[in-house]
């Protein structure tokens, strides 16, 4: 009697060993279906992105010039200084041009 029973709880214990695994089998292929899912879905996200990139692209570079090209820099103390400094010399360079180049 203590054979049956002990070649029964082999036998169960078996079975419930086959039966995890063929559900761990079972959990992988469907972790490896969902990882090659969203690879294709993210993929395609970025394809549209790209394309609707690619598709505006004069309408966004019209956008994108007026919002940020057309926006005065901003100009604190230190950058101020430099640039009437650079402005100065720019003057100074011209009115000299200016008479070289002006007609006699």
Known sequence: MKNVAFTD???????????????EEIAARRR?????????????????????????HHEL?????????????????????ALKSIEAQAAKRDAVLDEVTAPK
Do not use: D, H
Request: proline letters at 2%.
């Open 9 to 23: 709880a082999m036998n169960q214990i078996a079975a419930e060993a086959e039966s995890l695994q063929q559900r």
């Open 32 to 56: 490896q279906l969902y990882a090659k899912a969203r690879g294709w879905v993210a993929g395609l996200l970025w394809a549209a992105f790209l394309g609707c990139g690619f598709y505006y």
């Open 61 to 81: 570079q019209q956008f994108f010039s007026e919002k940020f090209l057309a926006q005065k820099p901003r100009i604190n103390g230190t950058t101020g200084a």
